[in-house]
């Protein structure tokens, strides 16, 4: 199929064009026709799948269309989205740009870590697209700022990570401000009960999009875990890195101070790398992630929540440093690799306390991810499990009912990772 088929006009499709794009991706096949019609929409689709242009070019089309119902002389923002993180809210601005180039449409971006001013004069000057992380739209909201009240189309983007992250609330009060009669469209890469809840009250008849099965791991992407004692895999992974030549990778650690040290160790090894976390300013996460894509740093080490939704052409590799506490986790990393299209390896490097996160997320990938012993890094089987330590990001119900207990004594046999005894 080709975007000229897709009942998109000249200005947008000249967007398309100029960025290279001539078959839409089976996500955009869908949702694009479904949002055209005006009817809400519950899509199950991870990043890497084109979903932003999947909603963004026939939002462009709709406020084309429509003409704003108000009689001010200000355009009023008639479009939402929002997004769980900054980086993901610059991105899909970015798109909002990019594709809408040539419509004379108006939006802009506010999220938190950054001064207020710029984002409030972007705003006073009139909009007509609005795209922003809950808490500083709230702020700006209650500063007066703000008025939603011409919302036509709201778009909650990674729905599942926005509740994962706490944002349910702030939700709510967003929803309260906006008219009643409006388009929503829902993008969640996972579906929890959270999720099916809040697709319940939000949602009325949506089409229903399913592009992979959610909770499954891209196809595009071969994974691959290197069994490895704790204590080595900071030497394995640098040896990782320079036996293959691998010249842009993205490592994941469960912890702020992880990627801290593990920045600090690789530099010793020689290789470039930067730390992308939640304690870091926002004008230094910029320039990590400008430094990675440009190839001026080989390897960039996030946390869960600094790295979701960054979009990065073509990333060939992403390194589990440490297996994510929350198994959706570990779909969201991979997923940072092969994207539309690409190919993409994703490579966890697991130490014995982690065999009961690794049962987990097979059992919700629905699959066994193949492991292969690195010569020089094989497991010493003396070694015990010591139980892994809560982090912010571990989810909040597993207070009251743990998700990961107390690990038992596990055995290496065959090159697998066993556990002794199952839970
Ligand atoms: P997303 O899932 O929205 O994060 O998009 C993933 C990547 O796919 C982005 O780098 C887009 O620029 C790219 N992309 C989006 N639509 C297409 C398309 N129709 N053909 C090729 N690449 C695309």
Redesign the pocket.
């Given at each position: 199929m080709l975007f000229k088929e897709l009942a998109l006009s000249a200005p947008i499709l000249r967007a398309v064009e100029e960025e290279g794009?001539t078959?839409?991706?089976p996500i955009?096949i869908q949702s694009i026709p479904a949002v055209l019609k005006g009817g809400d929409l519950l899509a199950a689709a991870q990043?890497?799948?084109?979903?932003?242009?999947g909603f963004t070019l026939p939002i462009l089309q709709r406020l084309m269309d429509s003409k704003p119902t108000t009689t001010s002389a200000r355009r009023q923002i008639r479009a939402l989205i929002l997004t769980p993180t900054r980086e993901l809210a610059a991105q899909v601005q970015q798109s909002v740009l990019t594709y809408g180039k040539y419509t004379g449409l108006k939006s802009a971006v506010i999220f938190g870590g950054v001064g207020a001013n710029p984002q409030i004069n972007a705003i006073k000057n009139g909009l007509d697209i609005l795209v922003a992380t809950p808490g500083r739209l709230i702020d700006l909201m209650g500063q007066g700022h703000i008025s939603l009240k011409e919302i036509e189309i709201l778009v909650l983007d990674e729905a599942d990570r926005m509740l994962d992250m706490g944002f349910l609330p702030d939700i709510k009060r967003i929803l309260a401000s906006l008219p009643k009669t409006r388009q929503n469209l829902l993008f969640s890469a996972t579906f929890s009960s959270e999720i099916k809840a809040l697709a319940n009250t939000l949602l009325k008849s949506p089409a229903l999009i399913e592009v992979a099965r959610s909770n499954s791991t891209h196809e595009a992407i071969t994974q691959k875990i290197h069994p490895v004692d704790k204590n080595k895999k900071q030497a394995l992974l640098a040896h990782l890195i320079k036996a293959n030549d691998w010249q842009q990778v993205l490592v994941f650690t469960r912890t702020k101070h992880g990627a801290n040290k593990l920045v600090t160790q690789l530099e010793k090894d020689d290789i470039t790398c930067m730390a992308i976390h939640g304690n870091k300013s926002q004008s230094a996460r910029t320039k990590a992630l400008a430094d990675f894509k440009s190839g001026k740093i080989t390897a960039l080490v996030a946390t869960d929540i600094a790295a979701r939704g960054i979009?990065i052409?073509q990333l060939p590799h992403v390194v589990n440093y440490d297996l994510p506490n929350i198994p959706e986790d570990y779909v969201h990393r991979v997923g940072r690799t092969g994207?539309?299209g690409s190919n993409g390896v994703a490579i966890s490097l697991v130490c014995i306390d982690e065999l009961a996160l690794l049962k987990d997320i097979e059992k919700l990938t629905k699959q066994t991810i193949p492991q292969e012993i690195i010569k020089g890094f094989e497991v010493d089987p003396n070694i015990g499990a010591q139980p892994i330590k809560a982090t912010r990001q571990t989810r909040p119900q597993s207070k009251s009912k743990p998700k990961h207990p107390p690990k038992p004594q596990a055995t290496q046999s065959k090159g697998r990772l066993k556990r002794a005894t199952s839970r």
């Open positions: 794009y078959n839409p991706t955009q990043t890497g799948t084109g979903k932003t242009a979009d052409d994207r539309a």
